[in-house]
């Protein structure tokens, strides 16, 4: 019969033997009892958990000539939005008096009763349709000297709409040794509204600025000479 292989005998409290040789002799458990003896075959390492494959790291802002960070598409988007919002709010309030100027002044025109009783005969370019021409027109002139005070009196003294404001973004030259004048505020704002007035220019305007490099402007801002920055608050 074959003899299985003898291990010499380790001096009391000293290593056990174990398949890969001797291991250190555990210590006394914490809560009173011995632990295990840890046995770790021979090569054999133990598994390290991780979270992937490092994660790129996100560009950096591309920065004006200025040494500004261009603010996103998103938030020039908002921002716009935010701006047709507060005119939203101004057409409404020009739409009340219009709508009391028309029923005071206009609608009484339209039915007009003769000395007998009867109805007379209304024109209707005369009665209706001049007075709804000349309301329209001057709704459109407010809103203009108002959209001018806005985009272009109050934008090229601090840089910012009230959208922009609220975004955090600001109006400056390309040219860092400039400043933003009235000449480039009124600029930015003429091709802004000569392009609602041709079909899809308005939306190639706005979209400009996702693939013009490297300044992502769009074309009212190439017109002025102008980007747009992020500043914090």
């Known amino acids: 019969m074959t003899q299985p292989p003898s291990y010499p005998t380790p001096p009391a409290g000293g290593p056990r033997p174990t398949a890969g040789g001797f291991a250190p002799q555990p210590g006394p458990h914490p809560h009173g009892y011995a632990a295990p003896p840890q046995y770790a075959p021979p090569g054999y390492a133990p598994p390290q958990f991780y979270g992937g494959p490092p994660r790129p790291a996100a560009p950096p802002p591309t920065l004006t000539p200025g040494g500004q960070p261009l603010a996103s598409f998103s938030d020039r988007?908002?921002?716009?939005?935010?701006?047709?919002?507060?005119?939203?709010?101004?057409?409404?309030?020009?739409?009340?008096?219009?709508a009391i100027i028309f029923l005071v002044v206009v609608a009484p025109d339209i039915t007009v009763?003769?000395?007998?009783?009867?109805?007379?005969?209304?024109?209707?370019?005369?009665?209706?349709?001049?007075?709804?021409?000349?309301?329209?027109?001057?709704?459109?002139?407010?809103?203009?000297?108002?959209?001018?005070?806005?985009?272009?009196?109050?934008?090229?003294?601090?840089?910012?709409?009230?959208?922009?404001?609220?975004?955090?973004?600001?109006?400056?030259?390309?040219?860092?040794?400039?400043?933003?004048?009235?000449?480039?505020?009124?600029?930015?704002?003429?091709?802004?509204?000569?392009?609602?007035?041709?079909?899809?220019?308005?939306?190639?305007?706005?979209?400009?600025?996702?693939?013009?490099?490297p300044w992502q402007q769009c074309l009212h801002d190439k017109f002025a000479g102008t980007v747009v920055v992020k500043v914090s608050q």
Request: neutral net charge; proline residues 4%; aromatic residues 12%.
């Open 77 to 98: 988007l908002l921002a716009m939005l935010l701006d047709s919002a507060v005119f939203m709010v101004v057409g409404l309030v020009l739409a009340v008096p219009a």
């Open 113 to 213: 009763l003769a000395s007998d009783g009867s109805v007379d005969e209304v024109d209707f370019v005369r009665d209706l349709l001049l007075p709804l021409i000349w309301l329209d027109l001057g709704i459109i002139a407010i809103s203009l000297v108002l959209a001018y005070i806005y985009y272009v009196e109050m934008m090229f003294k601090t840089g910012q709409t009230f959208g922009k404001k609220m975004m955090n973004l600001r109006i400056v030259p390309l040219d860092p040794t400039r400043s933003l004048d009235r000449r480039a505020a009124a600029k930015r704002f003429l091709v802004q509204q000569l392009s609602g007035f041709l079909p899809g220019l308005s939306y190639l305007d706005g979209f400009w600025q996702l693939w013009d490099k």
